[in-house]
């Protein structure tokens, strides 16, 4: 007995008819598609943005109304940073729409900025 089978055991070869098929079915998780919904927030202040975050973190699009904080700008600044800070991390997007609402979308959904018109003719 050598060296190397004192240290790794004696090695014994073993056939291939001696591996044993295992089935591995129950294991398997089903892949679900998971749903999108478009979330829409009303914002009054600071306490809404962790369920924003939640909301764009499960994947879903939030369509946030700052109406009613556009009279405390530093309030607007300091929610919006967040938003923005939020859409960059997770690669997702923001855009304002209007002056009273803003669209935060999770990651690998980019919102178009051009606007859909009609045809004039």
Do not use: C, W
């Not at 962790?50 to 109406?67: K, L, M």
């Amino acid at each position: 007995m050598g060296i190397i089978d004192k240290i790794l055991g004696k090695s014994d070869k073993i056939s291939v008819e001696e591996y044993e098929e295992l089935d591995l079915g129950e294991y398997e998780t089903e892949i679900v598609e998971g749903e999108t919904f478009v979330k829409v927030a009303e914002v009054t202040g600071l306490g809404e943005v962790p369920e924003i975050r939640r909301q764009i973190y499960e994947g879903n699009i939030v369509i946030a109304d700052i109406a009613f904080i556009k009279h405390d700008k530093l309030t607007l600044d300091r929610i919006l940073k967040d938003l923005k800070q939020l859409a960059d991390d997770i690669g997702g997007d923001i855009v304002g729409l209007g002056e009273d609402y803003v669209i935060i979308t999770p990651t690998g959904i980019k919102i178009d900025r051009n606007k859909i018109r009609g045809v004039i003719g």
